[in-house]
């Protein structure tokens, strides 16, 4: 695919700044780059809005919104958003699809909705959720440190006859877990490379808490939890700056028909409810949350699952206060989180999403051994053999093991443009399932001198509903499509509100056990409507049609 940058490599704050000033400047007529907020480091929080402002303002068309790195070390997704940036603007002079796209539609882009948690993620070595500020710190502990200078923080071992694990005899290199009857033999503790901070009172080590740990994608309005219910929740709804910039520009920009949350890793394709079973949401948006996701899943190769029936550990205490549940459920927007990169896969040992989660750690650790074997096959860069190091607390340690970041979190650079086509080619499609306003056809007749009844069809060529969702229309945020007329009319107001157009995502279609394919009904795609007018000969007269999310349309006759 065409682009005007490479993807071998992920992009820190100041190259992915320098890549979208670029582009603006580059293709000025098809994007705007403005400033969603500044972080408390000083960094931008940037909004790439793309659309061919020659054909009509942004505000005007249908769109689709699209971010990535809501947390801090999902970087792929930061990419994908990019490279979707950038194929659309490199090719729209010569590619009728990508032309249609940017003519009548917009794009909503947040590449990086963390820029100072990415850039920690980039720049040190250090892993996090997603913003480098301190939140409830706790002391006590072994802290995440890179002992050896090498750039990573890898696993740590540490010789102790109190040790749960011991070195597999088959392969050193790797470790399995100490049976209850081993008593002799050298055993190991494994902890993440690091230092001790000393806690009191007992002898015991333990992982210390991240100091680090908001959680951006816990802090949205619907079903947001405290920190006793939810880590990283944050202090209240939308307390973190990032956060709310995000909400007031999905509220201030009502024409956004749909979403698409880049996290990574685990090569699915998430559709809500996530706070709820999807059987208590109306059945006519799964249809369509799930038809849209197929898209993804022949693009991208990934499984589509809904949140909380097939991806949650629990449903007693599941993950809340997230963005997409915030979009669907208070606004009405379909909306997908896209966990880009799936390592287990490419080892050979996928993991059985939508199963019934069960703890089996023979299945865990045969997993991580093949991951690691792919690791050194695949990416040697980022793999080290144990070796020893002196530990000022411990002595003598070993450190080792693949770096997370760039084969578990993120895929190495050689696998990553594969990504970011595959998605970029999804979004295209998911862009084109948008509604999308026609006046299909304006007629005239004449009643009386002076006197003539104008007829115009109004229709929704799209596949979504004008209205969106069901969801929409039951939490009264489904806004009517209106037509109006510039004359003056005999009887009746000059606009008139027609409800919902349903887009043919509601036309019903069946096979018969012994016979055809049938459409058992259209969707209600189109509506006609009439005014009568006063006119003469010669007039020129303009009937428009108007909705947010389903954009505007005109057509004009000459009275004869």
Same mark, same amino acid.
């Given at each position: 695919?065409?682009?005007?940058?490479?993807?071998?490599?992920?992009?820190?704050?100041?190259?992915?700044?320098?890549?979208?000033?670029?582009?603006?400047?580059?293709?000025?007529?098809?994007?705007?780059?403005?400033?969603?907020?500044?972080?408390?480091?000083?960094?931008?929080?940037?909004?790439?809005?793309?659309?061919?402002?020659?054909?009509?303002?942004?505000?005007?068309?249908?769109?689709?919104?699209?971010?990535?790195?809501?947390?801090? $070390?999902?970087?792929?997704?930061?990419?994908?958003?990019?490279?979707?940036?950038?194929?659309?603007?490199?090719?729209?002079?010569?590619?009728?699809?990508?032309?249609?796209?940017? /003519?009548?539609?917009?794009?909503?882009?947040?590449?990086?909705?963390?820029?100072?948690?990415?850039?920690?993620?980039? #720049?040190? !070595?250090?892993?996090?959720?997603?913003?480098?500020?301190?939140?409830?710190?706790?002391?006590?502990?072994?802290?995440?440190?890179?002992? /050896?200078?090498?750039?990573?923080?890898?696993?740590?071992?540490?010789?102790?006859?109190?040790?749960?694990?011991?070195?597999?005899?088959?392969?050193?290199?790797?470790?399995?877990?100490?049976?209850?009857?081993?008593?002799?033999?050298?055993?190991?503790?494994?902890?993440?490379?690091?230092?001790?901070? *000393? &806690?009191?009172?007992?002898?015991?080590?333990?992982?210390?808490?991240?100091?680090?740990?908001?959680?951006?994608?816990?802090?949205? !309005?619907?079903?947001?939890?405290?920190?006793?219910?939810?880590?990283?929740?944050?202090?209240? =709804?939308?307390?973190?700056?990032?956060?709310?910039?995000?909400?007031?520009?999905?509220?201030?920009?009502?024409?956004?028909?749909?979403?698409?949350?880049?996290?990574?890793?685990?090569?699915?394709?998430?559709? =809500?409810?996530?706070?709820?079973?999807?059987?208590?949401?109306?059945?006519?948006?799964?249809?369509?949350?799930?038809?849209?996701?197929?898209?993804?899943? *022949?693009?991208?190769?990934?499984?589509?699952?809904?949140?909380?029936?097939?991806?949650? #550990?629990?449903?007693? &205490?599941?993950?809340?206060?997230?963005?997409?549940?915030?979009?669907?459920?208070?606004?009405?927007?379909?909306?997908?989180?896209?966990?880009?990169?799936?390592?287990?896969?490419?080892?050979?040992?996928?993991?059985?999403?939508?199963?019934?989660?069960?703890?089996?750690?023979? *299945?865990?650790?045969?997993?991580?051994?093949?991951?690691?074997?792919?690791?050194?096959?695949?990416?040697? +860069?980022?793999?080290? /053999?144990?070796?020893?190091?002196?530990? !000022?607390?411990?002595?003598?340690?070993?450190?080792?093991?693949?770096?997370?970041?760039?084969?578990?979190?993120? =895929?190495?650079?050689?696998?990553?443009?594969?990504?970011?086509?595959?998605?970029?080619?999804?979004?295209?499609? &998911?862009?084109?399932?948008?509604? %999308?306003?026609?006046?299909?056809?304006?007629? #005239?007749?004449?009643?009386?001198? $002076?006197?003539?009844?104008?007829?115009?069809?109004?229709?929704?060529?799209?596949?979504?509903?004008?209205?969106?969702?069901?969801?929409? %229309?039951?939490?009264?945020?489904?806004? =009517?499509?209106?037509?109006?007329?510039?004359?003056?009319? %005999?009887?009746?107001?000059?606009?008139?509100?027609?409800?919902?157009? #349903?887009?043919?995502?509601?036309?019903?279609?069946?096979?018969? &056990?012994? $016979?055809?394919?049938?459409?058992?009904?259209?969707?209600?795609?189109?509506?006609?409507?009439?005014?009568?007018?006063?006119?003469?000969? +010669?007039?020129?007269?303009?009937?428009?049609?108007?909705?947010?999310?389903?954009?505007?349309?005109?057509?004009?006759?000459?009275?004869?």
């Amino acid at each position: 695919m065409k682009t005007t940058f490479s993807y071998d490599h992920y992009y820190k704050y100041d190259e992915l700044s320098n890549n979208l000033k670029q582009l603006s400047e580059s293709y000025p007529e098809l994007m705007s780059l403005e400033v969603n907020c500044v972080t408390e480091e000083g960094r931008n929080q940037y909004v790439a809005v793309l659309s061919n402002k020659k054909i009509g303002d942004h505000n005007d068309k249908p769109a689709f919104y699209l971010d990535g790195n809501i947390h801090a $070390g999902e970087v792929t997704s930061s990419m994908c958003a990019m490279h979707t940036i950038d194929y659309l603007l490199s090719n729209y002079s010569d590619n009728e699809e990508v032309k249609d796209i940017l /003519d009548n539609y917009t794009l909503y882009v947040i590449p990086r909705v963390t820029p100072d948690g990415a850039e920690t993620y980039l #720049s040190t !070595p250090y892993t996090l959720r997603s913003v480098n500020r301190d939140y409830i710190k706790e002391k006590g502990g072994i802290k995440e440190e890179d002992l /050896d200078d090498d750039g990573v923080i890898r696993m740590m071992r540490i010789k102790t006859p109190y040790g749960a694990w011991k070195k597999d005899k088959n392969d050193p290199g790797l470790m399995v877990l100490r049976a209850p009857d081993d008593k002799f033999g050298d055993f190991y503790d494994i902890y993440p490379e690091g230092l001790l901070e *000393e &806690f009191e009172g007992d002898e015991n080590l333990r992982l210390k808490k991240e100091d680090w740990g908001l959680d951006f994608n816990r802090n949205f !309005p619907y079903g947001w939890y405290p920190e006793y219910r939810q880590e990283g929740a944050g202090d209240y =709804p939308l307390s973190n700056i990032e956060t709310k910039a995000i909400a007031d520009f999905i509220l201030a920009h009502q024409n956004i028909c749909a979403a698409a949350i880049g996290h990574t890793s685990g090569g699915i394709i998430l559709y =809500p409810p996530g706070t709820k079973n999807e059987a208590k949401a109306p059945k006519e948006d799964i249809d369509v949350l799930k038809a849209i996701a197929r898209m993804g899943e *022949e693009e991208l190769g990934y499984k589509m699952l809904n949140i909380f029936d097939s991806f949650l #550990s629990s449903q007693e &205490f599941y993950d809340s206060g997230a963005l997409d549940d915030w979009m669907y459920e208070t606004q009405g927007i379909p909306c997908y989180t896209m966990e880009f990169w799936d390592v287990a896969s490419k080892a050979g040992v996928p993991i059985n999403w939508g199963e019934k989660r069960k703890d089996d750690f023979a *299945e865990d650790m045969k997993r991580f051994a093949a991951i690691m074997k792919w690791t050194k096959e695949n990416a040697p +860069q980022y793999y080290s /053999d144990w070796k020893k190091i002196d530990h !000022p607390y411990f002595g003598e340690v070993e450190v080792g093991g693949f770096n997370y970041k760039f084969t578990h979190q993120n =895929p190495p650079e050689n696998f990553l443009l594969n990504e970011l086509e595959n998605d970029t080619r999804f979004n295209m499609r &998911f862009i084109r399932s948008l509604p %999308v306003l026609v006046i299909e056809d304006v007629k #005239s007749e004449k009643i009386a001198d $002076g006197i003539y009844k104008i007829e115009a069809i109004i229709a929704n060529r799209g596949y979504l509903s004008s209205a969106l969702t069901r969801n929409a %229309v039951n939490i009264r945020k489904a806004k =009517p499509v209106k037509v109006n007329i510039d004359a003056q009319t %005999v009887s009746g107001a000059n606009e008139i509100e027609i409800g919902e157009l #349903s887009g043919y995502s509601a036309t019903k279609t069946g096979v018969f &056990f012994y $016979g055809n394919i049938s459409t058992m009904q259209s969707g209600k795609s189109r509506k006609k409507v009439s005014f009568v007018i006063k006119a003469k000969p +010669q007039d020129v007269i303009t009937v428009k049609t108007q909705q947010i999310k389903a954009g505007k349309a005109e057509a004009k006759i000459i009275i004869e």
